[in-house]
């Protein structure tokens, strides 16, 4: 059979790279509810929205993860800034290996906001 997609989305390199930097999601002090979902699944889950554009409410079930969990979990992971964390940490790890070339390296100018009636 085919590769499995969690695999293909979050390799096992890439997830030891991501784990340490996600926040940690405990169980309800005071009991009750569901038990916590898998981190992986979790972060697969959004990947798998991030880079399919795919509507969070469209998320197939196969994931195991809810849509709302996985967009709550999203919207804790922004507004915690682990994104720009992991971004520094995959692009650490990845030079350390010899990954990256920046002999060929472009930046965008138009990223910036232009000032009002500069011209």
């Known amino acids: 059979m085919g590769e499995d997609p969690s695999q293909r989305l979050v ?3 890439l997830w030891a790279m991501v784990e340490p930097v996600l926040p940690s999601f405990r169980s309800r ?14 972060f697969t889950a959004i990947v798998y929205v991030l880079t399919s554009g795919c509507a969070w409410r469209y998320l197939p079930p196969t994931f195991g993860v809810s849509q709302a969990t996985a967009h709550r979990r999203f919207s804790v992971c922004t507004a915690s800034g682990v994104w720009r964390r992991l971004h520094r940490v995959v692009l650490d790890e990845t030079g350390a290996r ?5 002999s060929s390296v472009t930046a965008d100018a138009a990223s910036v906001r232009a000032k009002r009636g500069v011209r």
């Open 98 to 102: 010899g990954g990256l070339d920046w």
């Open 29 to 42: 002090p005071q009991g009750g509810g569901i038990p916590p979902i898998d981190q992986r699944a979790v």
């Open 11 to 13: 390799p096992d390199d």
